[in-house]
Every structure is written in structure tokens, then in C-alpha cells.
């Protein structure tokens, strides 16, 4: 398998994985869970910031790997 295809199914794994896992633990039958309160905010709004910077952290370690590719 191409390296660049191994690489964006790793980070889509991972990020689908966390992206499910905060988006069940914010369902109803979690509903206690995603509120039990952690440095003054609901552990639900910490694991929607977590999806969004891993999204971001992401999308910026793909675009560097793809441009070494790229250039080398």
C-alpha cells in the first residue's frame, strides 16, 4: 500500500474513532458522563475542543508530510 494512503487511513482512523467516541459519550444514555464537570466546564464542551484540535493537528501533520512528499 502507498505510504500516503497508509498515512491519511491512520489519521482518519483515529480521528473517527475519537470523533465517534465523544459524539456517543455526548448521546443521551451518557448524559451524566458528559456532564460531570472538569476545570469548571462539562467534560462534553473538553471533548468537542479535544475533536477540534486534533482535527486541526491533523489536517496540519497531512498537509507537511504530503508537501515533504511533494518536494523530496
Given amino acids: 500500500m502507498d505510504s500516503k494512503v497508509k498515512y491519511s487511513a491512520t ?3 483515529i480521528f473517527t474513532v475519537l ?3 465523544i459524539a456517543l459519550m ?3 444514555t451518557f448524559k451524566d458522563t458528559a456532564a ?4 469548571g466546564a ?9 475533536v477540534i ?4 493537528v491533523f489536517t496540519r501533520l497531512y ?4 508537501d515533504n512528499e511533494e518536494n523530496a
Fill in 36 to 39: 460531570t464537570v472538569i476545570a
Fill in 53 to 56: 484540535i486534533t482535527g486541526v
Fill in 19 to 21: 470523533y465517534f467516541g
Fill in 63 to 66: 498537509l507537511k508530510k504530503m
Fill in 26 to 28: 455526548v448521546s443521551a
Fill in 42 to 50: 462539562p467534560l462534553a464542551i473538553w471533548g468537542g475542543l479535544v
Fill in 11 to 13: 489519521l482518519l482512523a
